[in-house]
């Protein structure tokens, strides 16, 4: 048997143009694989391939499409042998869920049954997908290890990542030859220390950092922390920040455990992928202002609908299966979206 070495396989990245999309394509190719990019830049740029190409000296092809249109997977299949697919490409934001769920069932759940139906028919075996700590819900204990409750979504965005793990793992258990793993993210933050690919959000950005960002970049006005009344340190909400760049580096060893599988006849696992700190939304502004020597005007407001109280990781799992860790601190990340800002500002 020919075994292939990450210098010759081929790796599909469905939305390889997005914040964690592009950065997984770097450290891909710091491992040795070739990526093919499936993207339909909806919430993502073009500008983004440029940055790619100047940080990995050489362009990566692309298939402009949509991961809901079978002919699209079709001719990728087709035009290039596909040794596993990591799956990012989905609609991630929780409030727009709300109002429009169809969209969100037809992008992240739909979209995800025709991708393993096309992997079926081409014989694609290795899938990492895109899950979200979102799924434990308001947890019982922290740090939470992979075996904590699953929680009932508190929105459709959360009901999709919960129902595509549980599709591909009743996938894995019948379907012969198909091998995956659903990593749990955390919330990443940051760029790449290049600063040539970054996170862009389109309008009002609904996640911390990039607010917090775009404030001091006076872009916003002030950021307000929603809430100050939590039973937490200081009051305000817990949460497992993440550099972008370490959630990428564990795509890599997903990867890299899934085809060390070999042919064995079903492998499904899924892996926490945070710090396994807990940060609160004052010491994430205190980190900010000490990573950058600015300021941050803040204003405490009531709590935001649907946030829970405290989430983190519990990592021993990832650590020692995946053979993986974090490298980078929370100043790293701040300081690094904070350099980013000030470069998508001047462009
Ligand atoms: C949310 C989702 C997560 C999803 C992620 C990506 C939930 C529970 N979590 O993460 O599944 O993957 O978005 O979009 O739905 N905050 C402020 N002011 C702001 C913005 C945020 O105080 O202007 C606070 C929030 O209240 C929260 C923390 O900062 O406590 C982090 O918020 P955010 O960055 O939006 O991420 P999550 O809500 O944790």
Redesign the pocket.
Known sequence: MLIKTPLHMKILVTGGAGFIGSHTVVELFKAGYESVILDNFSNSEKAVLDGLKEIIGQETPYYEADINDPAAWDKVFTENKIDGIIHFAAN???GESVQNPLKYYRNNVAATVLMIEKMQEYGVSNLVFSS???VY?EPDSLPVTEQSPIKPA??P??NT?QICEEIIKDTVATQKGLRAISLR?F???GAHETVLIGELPIGV????????TQTVAGLRGQ?????DDYPTRDG????DYIHVVDLAKAHVSALALLIKQGDAPAYYDIFNIGTGTGSS?LE?ITAFEKATGLKVDYAI?P??A???TA?YADCTKSNEVLGWKTEKTLEDALGDAWRWQEKVAKR
Not at 223 to 227: D, H, N, Q, R, W
């Open positions: 991630k934001a929780v979200s700590c979102t819900g508190n929105s965005y959360g990542k993210y919330n990443p933050i950005p609904a996640n911390l950092v990039p607010f917090i950021l307000s922390v929603f809430g305000t909400a817990v949460r939304v994430v407001k709590r935001r649907g946030d829970v989430v």
